[in-house]
Structure formats: structure tokens, C-alpha cells
């Protein structure tokens, strides 16, 4: 009988994710095997699958979103707070094709062109998001390029910054493991999800290619698939690297997200307002209506 491969990394310092590649996955806590020599204490040295693979990069999301579960916020969804949102969208890919594409040359001046090429399909993949975001804004009637100039979400910004920062490190391994994060939450995205955000909308204005685009109806799916399949190829080393990134990106995206759900429509409402220099739109000011038209206004 084949023995099963077990993985494991060593995200907080006293907690291991631990996976197998029949799909188990636990967390196990240092000091936790009292008398006992500690099987985790070292990092793993083994080849990767892709079955320990998922378990681990989905054990990092899972434990660094459950570090703010107590104080998550869950407000009912308005489509101020969609255009918050599709804001930070805009920000979160506008420089994604860029920064993969630095990482890439970095690994080719490493002698690691299997990672550059992967690096540079996923900058192709990823190239124009950022426009499906800058659409949906003018669909509500709003002046997208004004906005996303004007306005970064207060949450938004660590995540952005921690990409940056990790596409310009000398050995810039861990990019995979926030890009992962990332298009994994954006899997989880259903069919449904998209249709309550449209819901949200008036009659006749279609407002949500970026979130089709980022959930189960689009390519996330793949991209994931893909990525898990690539980082269970890669050596010891980096996918304990890219597991603890992921986690670290988690930690940011949760913290972040749940800042701007903790305020109010009123306080996104004005933040807005005070990035365009104008008035909102009726729909977003004061609430959807199926009888208003939310693109009345033209766009600048």
C-alpha cells in the first residue's frame, strides 16, 4: 500500500498547518507533543503534491481570516458599498501584470525560467482587469478615472503595498502565495453573489463584469488549479515560503476587508462623494431604485 505524503509549514511561529495528499489537513501547536520529539519542529524536505498542496495554501487563508472572526463585520450589502469595493478592485489589479512581470525577470536572472514563464502567463491572464473595474464605475454614472485617482480605500492599501513589496524582493518566491489568496477568495464567489449585487443595480445597468470576472463564473477556478499545481512542483523551500505568504496575505486581506465593512453607507457615501468633487448619483446616494437610472449623469 502507498504510503501517504504529508507536508507542512510553519505560519505563526507556534502553529503548523499539516496535509496530506488524500486531503486531511490539521493545525498543530508547538509544545503540543509533551516528552515527544516534535515531527515539525524542522521544515519539510520532501517533493510536493498537489493534494498536500491545496490543503496547506487553504489551511494559510482559513487560519489567517479565523485570527478576526470574532470581529468580523457582516452589514447588509449596499451599492455604495459595491462601489467601495469595485475601487479597491481597481486597485488591487491596475499594477498586477507590472509587478508579475518584475518577478519574472528576477527569476530569470536567477536561472529559474520555469518560474518566470509561469510569472508571465499569469501577467497575461491578469492584463485589462483593471478596465472591467474603471466599466462597471461608469455604468453606475460615476467619473471612473477621477474616482480610482482621487480615492484608494483606507484597506485597501496594505494589501497593495504588500504586493509591491513582494514583486520587488530579490527573491520574489512569495507574490504566488498573495496572488493565490486572492483568486481563491475570488473563487468562492458563486453564481448567487453575483446576482444580489445585480439586484442592486436599476433595470438595464450592468455593473458587474469585474465580479464575474473574479468568482466561479469566470477563470478563478482554473487559476487556482493552476497554482496549486505549480506550487506543488516547486522545491521545499519555496512552497513553505509561498504557504506562509499566503497566510500573511489572508492576515492583510481579512484585516483590510473588515475595515471598510465597519463603516457605515453614510461615511462610504461621503468618501466618494469627496473623491469625485460632486454629487453622487440619486442610486447611490440615497439607495437603488428599479425606476431610477443610475447612469443618467454622464461620467467625466
Not at 15 to 44: C, E, L, N, Y
Not at 126 to 141: I, P, T, V, Y
Not at 190 to 201: I, P, T
Not at 254 to 279: C, F, P, T, W
Request: glycine fraction near 8%; charged fraction near 25%; include cysteine.
Amino acid at each position: 500500500m502507498e504510503r501517504l505524503r504529508t507536508e507542512w509549514v510553519n505560519v505563526t511561529g507556534d502553529i503548523s498547518i499539516i496535509a496530506r495528499d488524500s486531503g486531511q489537513v490539521w493545525f498543530h501547536t508547538t509544545g503540543g507533543t509533551k516528552g515527544k520529539v516534535d515531527p515539525f519542529a524542522t521544515p519539510m524536505t520532501g517533493v510536493g503534491t498537489a493534494g498536500s498542496a491545496i490543503g496547506l495554501l487553504d489551511g494559510a487563508i482559513n487560519l489567517g481570516f479565523a485570527a478576526i472572526e470574532e470581529r468580523l463585520a457582516r452589514p447588509d450589502q449596499t451599492l455604495a458599498g459595491y462601489v467601495v469595493a469595485l475601487v479597491g478592485a481597481y486597485h488591487t489589479s491596475v499594477d498586477t501584470p507590472r509587478n508579475l512581470r518584475r518577478a519574472a525577470s528576477r527569476f530569470e536572472e536567477l536561472g529559474r525560467p520555469e518560474v518566470a514563464a509561469y510569472l508571465e502567463e499569469r501577467a497575461r491572464e491578469e492584463s485589462g482587469h483593471d478596465r472591467l473595474a474603471l466599466k462597471d464605475l461608469r455604468a453606475l454614472g460615476l467619473p471612473a478615472e477621477r474616482l480610482v485617482t482621487n480615492f484608494i480605500p483606507q484597506g485597501i492599501k496594505p494589501l497593495c503595498k504588500r504586493f509591491d513589496d513582494l514583486c520587488s524582493q530579490d527573491y520574489p518566491i512569495g507574490c504566488i502565495g498573495y496572488s493565490y489568496c486572492l483568486e481563491r477568495i475570488a473563487a468562492l464567489k458563486q453564481r448567487a453573489d453575483v446576482e444580489k449585487v445585480q439586484a442592486l443595480c436599476p433595470d438595464g445597468v450592468d455593473a458587474t463584469r469585474f465580479l464575474r470576472s473574479h468568482s466561479s463564473l469566470g477563470s478563478e477556478a482554473t487559476h487556482v488549479k493552476d497554482t496549486i499545481d505549480f506550487v506543488a512542483s516547486l522545491p521545499a523551500s519555496d512552497r513553505i515560503t509561498v504557504v506562509q505568504e499566503t497566510y500573511e496575505s489572508a492576515l492583510i486581506m481579512a484585516e483590510g476587508y473588515n475595515h471598510e465593512l465597519h463603516k457605515s453607507e453614510a461615511e462610504m457615501v461621503d468618501e466618494l462623494r469627496q473623491a469625485i468633487g460632486e454629487a453622487l448619483p440619486y442610486c447611490l446616494s440615497s439607495g437603488p431604485s428599479k425606476d431610477e437610472d443610475c447612469s443618467a449623469r454622464p461620467a467625466a
